[in-house]
């Protein structure tokens, strides 16, 4: 039996993913084959294809690196995973794919209620905000805080957890998206039509508790003046290439030197491959809250599974709001 994933064949544009066929084949020693029902299509999935991020993988590769699917069947060993129970998992990539293989201890249990397109945005983009807010920055009620970004899959995020936790939040986004920002509550700022360094003291000229950056380039410079005293500038931004990382950290090590009462922490979701219990318990937060309700993911556009190219070309074309799903022929609307 024969089943179908996409695969990045060289470096470049989203015309270089190819759907191939592989044998199904029964999982070994402690691990699961797991039937994917939706895969969120990230930024990373874009920088990895370009060999860009500082990590990336080699070609060829499998790209999709948030999951949630079924378990299909388990191995020798795998003691936890029962077949039909509904999953999530992070890896490193794979997920564009009918199935995938992943070890058990990498899975994550989905509450069975909740709607996996709804719930592959929480997997990666989700978990970055809420770790950021809560984790990195310990954001609190009545917190003054900007978004940078704040019309993407993580900036939806950003908004959506904010007003959650009772932020006063600001957000960074071209006039046309501006809609999505106040229906979360933001107060949208079109950077296009004005420089939002100029619009956020106007706005708030004792200074912001916290700004929330995925952009990176020249940002971090013209942001952080904009933290009262005391303030915290959170990076979450993948850094594009080892040597942006090293001059990231040295950037940060060198303006948290400096004494003006302003700091810069970095956040990195690629920590799950070196600590899982912190990941684990804000999985199981987020996805209670997604079963209550209380928070809305933002999906703009589904794909069907093996339409991977088509879906990586629009997030590239920087015109989407919030993200972007492929989903199993059977979960389509």
């Not at 933290?227 to 990382?245: A, D, I």
């Not at 948290?256 to 970095?266: A, E, Q, T, Y």
Request: charged share 25%; proline share 8%.
């Amino acid at each position: 039996m024969k089943y179908k994933h996409i695969v990045v064949v060289k470096r470049g544009p989203p015309e270089n993913l190819r759907i191939e066929e592989c044998d199904l084949r029964d999982p070994v020693a402690k691990e699961v084959r797991v039937k994917v029902l939706a895969c969120s299509v990230c930024q990373p999935d874009i920088q990895n294809r370009y060999g860009l991020s500082p990590f990336a993988p080699e070609v060829p590769y499998e790209p999709g690196c948030a999951i949630v699917g079924v378990v299909d069947a388990v191995g020798p060993g795998a003691v936890r995973a029962i077949p039909g129970r509904k999953i999530a998992t992070y890896p490193a990539c794979g997920g564009y794919a009918e199935y995938v293989y992943i070890p058990e201890s990498r899975l994550v249990a989905v509450p069975p209620s909740l709607d996996p397109i709804k719930t592959a945005p929480v997997v990666l983009n989700y978990l970055t905000a809420y770790q950021a807010l809560h984790r990195r920055a310990k954001v609190k009620a009545g917190n003054k805080v900007l978004v940078i970004g704040a019309s993407g899959g993580c900036g939806t995020a950003f908004l959506d957890l904010g007003r959650l936790a009772g932020l006063k939040m600001y957000g960074l986004a071209s006039g046309s998206k501006s809609s999505i920002l106040t229906q979360f509550g933001a107060i949208p700022i079109d950077y296009r039509k004005e420089d939002f360094v100029k619009a956020m003291r106007r706005a708030e000229p004792d200074g912001l508790d916290f700004i929330f950056d995925g952009m990176g380039g020249d940002y971090i410079n013209r942001a952080l003046p904009l933290l009262r005293r005391g303030g915290v500038l959170v990076e979450y931004g993948n850094p594009l290439g080892f040597g942006r990382l090293v001059r990231r950290v040295a950037k940060v090590l060198l303006l948290n030197f400096l004494p003006n009462g302003r700091r810069i922490k970095i956040y990195g979701a690629g920590l799950v491959l070196l600590y899982r219990k912190p990941f684990l318990e804000d999985w199981a937060i987020l996805f209670r809250l997604l079963e209550e309700g209380k928070i809305r993911p933002v999906v703009s556009g589904e794909f069907p599974l093996l339409e991977g190219a088509q879906a990586n070309a629009m997030l590239e074309n920087g015109q989407v709001v919030g993200n972007l799903v492929l989903v199993a022929p059977e979960l389509l609307r």
